[in-house]
């Protein structure tokens, strides 16, 4: 059995969820707007501070336009309170 490492002080289940419902398909699809929403999609936070935000695409040339659209995502995402302190994206590119 692997011991998971923590900095400070474990979350609570509920920090946890909170997280976790902050990545809920109609806030984010409503806050990014239908054109950005088909592009990427938000999945999780990549780091325990939530700052950086791991975004799945379906193409290199979908990955590209994200990187190219990433202030105006970044703009878009920290309208949410979740999202308030997100200062970077990670561009995933999602395989069949």
Avoid: N, Y
């Avoid at 509920?14 to 409503?30: C, M, N, T, Y």
């Avoid at 950005?36 to 990549?46: D, R, T």
């Amino acid at each position: 059995m692997h011991k998971i490492k923590t900095h400070g002080t474990s979350p609570t289940l509920q920090q946890l969820l909170d997280k976790a419902r902050a990545f809920e398909p109609k806030e984010l699809q409503q806050a990014l707007g239908k054109q950005l929403w088909q592009l990427c999609q938000p999945v999780g936070f990549v780091d325990p501070k939530g700052h950086i935000v791991m975004l799945c695409v379906a193409s290199s040339c979908a990955a590209m336009e994200v990187s190219l659209r990433k202030p105006e995502i970044l703009q878009q995402l920290r309208q949410l309170e979740a999202f308030a302190q997100v200062r970077d994206v990670r561009i995933c590119v999602q395989t069949p």
